[in-house]
């Protein structure tokens, strides 16, 4: 297997995953409204365990993703995040 081939091959994982972490998050916010970065991340990995390990570049790029969409934003007192939508 060269280099494009697994590249192309991590790619569909990825794309694959994705909507699996992003759900996984705005679970998490929708139940918990208010939580730090390290505790989201943290129930993240053991919510999404049984399926697969998430690395935490994905976790953090869903997270970005989310924001952007304004499912959640960054909460100005505390390092966390609010659920929004």
């Known amino acids: 297997m060269n280099a494009a081939d697994e590249l192309a091959g991590q790619h569909k994982v990825y794309t694959i995953r994705k909507p699996a972490v992003d759900a996984c998050i705005i679970k998490v916010m929708k139940s918990r409204r208010l939580v730090s970065h390290k505790d989201l991340v943290v129930e993240c990995k ?40």
């Open 46 to 85: 053991k919510q999404l365990s049984t399926s697969f390990d998430p690395d935490i570049k994905i976790i953090k790029t869903s997270i970005e993703d989310l924001i952007k969409r304004d499912f959640i934003e960054r909460d100005q007192n505390s390092e966390g995040y609010k659920y929004v939508a």
